[in-house]
């Protein structure tokens, strides 16, 4: 079974610009989770999906924001980007009805913003 | 007050040595207690969890969770270079599958 995929995996945009990252979660998995990894502040939650709608946002200002289609692909973009931005950006699917809710994370996209 | 703190390291052991990783959280509803363990350069996968409080052994890892104080902890036997890694817990889930992740513990194991 093919894990969690994240294109691009390394990007370089400059301030002001905006950027798409896509996440294909496991098949058959309906949840996708968006996290941020920095040094300074480790993990933080972005957004969550089901079934193409948003059902929990993290403390992110709007210029981030998230989507997902039919088929669970999701894809988040960052507009006006700043240099706090430069981040590695995770996502994560997890399995319905598993009580846990064990994350299944991709290798992330690496966002450098100069 | 943050969710989750962590212990932030990073920690150089020898090989064989006895590890220990932290972390305290501030939520008494949380019910499961996820370690999660990462690569450089690689996403974070799940390398056990506990359910409640307690202790959960698997191979040389046992996790230990004690709700009372909100206190938990991993801890490695017999450690080895192949442990090298950030290890991040993450106690939850809140609202579906919102986790609270901790800032990692970056371990060296020198051979």
């Known amino acids: 079974k093919a894990g969690v995929t994240q294109t691009p995996r390394y990007l370089i945009k400059t301030r002001g610009q905006q950027v798409t990252l896509s996440c294909s979660p496991i098949s058959g998995h309906r949840s996708v989770s968006w996290y941020q990894q920095t040094p300074g502040q480790g993990l933080q939650f972005l957004f969550e999906y089901f079934s193409e709608t948003q059902r929990n946002k993290g403390n992110f200002p709007g210029r981030f924001s998230g989507r997902q289609f039919s088929n669970s692909r999701s894809e988040m973009n960052v507009s006006t980007l700043e240099l706090g931005d430069s981040a590695l950006y995770l996502c994560?699917?997890?399995?319905?009805?598993?009580?846990?809710?064990?994350?299944?994370f991709g290798e992330g996209s690496r966002l450098t913003v100069l | 007050q943050k969710e989750v703190e962590q212990d932030p390291g990073p920690l150089s052991v020898p090989e064989g040595a006895i590890v220990s990783l932290n972390c305290t959280y501030s939520n008494s509803a949380f019910q499961y207690f996820m370690w999660y363990r990462q690569y450089s350069r690689k996403g974070p996968e799940l390398l056990m969890y506990t359910y409640s409080s307690g202790n959960k052994e698997d191979g040389r890892f046992t996790a230990q969770v004690d709700k009372s104080s909100k206190y938990i902890s991993l801890f490695i036997r017999d450690s080895q270079p192949s442990d090298s890694a950030t290890y991040l817990c993450?106690?939850?889930?809140?609202?579906?599958?919102?986790?609270?992740f901790g800032s990692g513990t970056k371990l060296n194991v020198k051979p």
């Open positions: 993450a106690p939850g889930p809140h609202n579906f599958n919102k986790f609270y």
């Open positions: 994560a699917s997890s399995q319905p009805g598993q009580d846990t809710g064990e994350l299944f």
